[in-house]
């Protein structure tokens, strides 16, 4: 059952790729994240297209253990640090392309350990996606 809005799906996509921005290193010694000079904006339709796909598969494979993460997580939003939604998003690239941080950081947070397992487990079993950016300028994925 659907349980999840369009609005939500794309606050989580959005996050997802703030955070594969954030986590990428520029080109070059000392250069800046990838977040200093690009956003969403700067993303390649096609990569778009793809993040887009794993991140409804997702959605879809752990959607009651994503609305029970926004419900779980809600408090986040008064800490001035988006919504839960977002911190999902962000997780989920975190979680799927091994940081070591991610949906276990959340129990200390008020998440449910078992679901913050299930939802690490289901991310570590994604596909990984690194972020690039091409001749072109635009950014890509590669996974």
Sequence with gaps: MKQLSQENFEKFVRA?????????????????YLDADHDIE?????????VCALCQKFVDDNEEDIVAYM???EHVRHRGEGTAIEWAG??????????????????SEGL?????GR????AQAAKSMDFYVGDDGLVYVMG
């Design 42 to 50: 700067s993303m390649a339709p096609q990569a778009m297209i793809t």
């Design 71 to 73: 419900r779980e997580m």
């Design 119 to 122: 939802l690490q487990f289901a």
């Design 16 to 32: 997802y790729v703030h955070c594969g921005l954030w986590t990428t290193p520029g080109d070059g010694e000392g250069a800046a």
């Design 112 to 116: 449910d350990a078992t679901r913050a």
């Design 90 to 107: 962000h997780d989920f690239l975190l979680s799927s392309n091994g940081h070591g941080a991610g949906f276990l950081d959340r129990p």
